[in-house]
Each structure stands twice: as C-alpha cells, then as structure tokens.
C-alpha cells in the first residue's frame, strides 16, 4: 500500500460525475480488458501492487426501516448515504480513513469525503441515542468542521442512520491515454459482512458475493468515448444499476424482499 503521505496527495476529496456500470462474468472482462489496451493503461497507483489491483473497504450507514437501500432499489432521483472508507484490512497501519457521502442528482454522481485525524473507535453503537455513545462522539471529534461533519451529525440524529455492512474488494483501475476525466474500473473478489466494525472481529464472518463476476464501472464528466461506446455495441454489453452495499445487504439477509 502506498504511504500515507502519497495516499493524501493522490486523494480527491470532492467530485461529481457520470458512472455507468456492467457486469461481466470471467470470460467476458478478459475479452474486454484485452480489446481496449490500445485506449486505456494503468492507473500508475497500483504499478507494483499484488495483480496490479489494490483493496477497497467501505463500512456503510442505514437505519433500522433500511432508508439508503430502498432509495436505491426503488431508484430515485436524489439520494445520498454515509460510508467510512479505507483501503487496508488492517487497523494502525497508517492507511487513511475517510468519511465519504455518496449520492446522485439526476444522473450524476456526486462524492465528497473528509479525512479523519488520527486512530481512535472503529466500532459504533447501533442504539437510539447514538449521539451520546462514546465511540460515536469519538469518530465526531475526529472530522473537521464541516458541512459533511454537520450533515452526518443530522443524520445520526434524525435519520436514526448507524453501521450495518462493510463491503471489500478489489479494484484494477485503468486510465484514457486521450482524455483525462475518463476512468475504469474492474472489481471484483466483492464479500459482505454484516458488523458494525470497520475491522470486524474473527467471529465477524464475510460473504462471498456475486462470485465469478466483475462489476466495471466507467467514470466521465462529459461524455463517454466513441471507440468505448462501439466496443460496448459490438460485445452487447448492457449497463445495470447495481450496488454494491445494495447486493451486500441483500446476500447477508439484511432487508427482507417484498416481491
């Protein structure tokens, strides 16, 4: 993993954009990856990584009538949802940590994301008065002041919203040699956990989920390249509207189906 130093640097804190995303089972992405190599290379962050990809882990915050997922599943317009990333599965190594709110106005996605300072919990309670678990105080104490700060802090308070699933995987992220606002990405090795710990105890287990497929994700501001659009058309590729934490809760038995 990169050091803390570099990690900072390289760390976009605010963002909007387009995300389409697909799901390729095994043979399909190796097609895929070897048909676009002309177009796209390597981010260089993952240039000496294990499989040239790096790990990704996000603890997710919902409510007990599971607001977030149902906002996503029924698929609105405006929504947005907290998560804590890092990107080891180790704590005190000195990876950063980030609070992240995640969500989509219309048809774009928008992420904004703020350091916290130093170690400290990384277990939250999942009672009532969240507010004044010592734990919960203690991740507060650790964001900057903020309009993210201020609207977790509303969300812990009124939307009842807490911890409920860590997703992991990893990621391969590919580069435009010709445009720089466009990114892709393949994850894969995707497993749920139901926990409220951003480093889950050994009785904590995790859940493969969608084994054998990789979700791409394409990342644009403007508009999506014409050689990525006729590769798509010519392999019958068609975008779904997936989630990750979504495909997690479900697979873990944390939201019951209605259907």
Known sequence: MANTTTQNKRTKLHFSRFEFK???????????????????????????????????????????????????????????????????RTAGDGTPRFLEIKGRHNNLVFKHRTPLQADGAERFAANASVLNDPETKDLLSRLEPGPIREQFEYDLARRRVRPVTLVDYRRRPYISRYDPEFRMTFDDELRGTATRSLFPGPNERAQSVLPGYTILEVKFRHHMPKWFHRLIQSMELRRVSISKFCACMKALGQVEDFD
Do not use: M
Not at 70 to 79: A, I, N, P
């Open 22 to 88: 697909y799901i390729l089972p095994q043979r399909l992405r190796q097609e895929l990856e070897a048909q676009f190599q002309y177009f796209v290379e390597l981010d260089p962050y993952v240039a000496g990584q294990p499989d040239t990809k790096y790990f990704v882990r996000s603890l997710y915050f919902d409510n007990e009538v599971r607001s977030h997922y149902w906002e996503k599943e029924e698929g609105q317009k405006h929504r947005q949802k907290f998560r804590l990333r890092t990107y080891t």
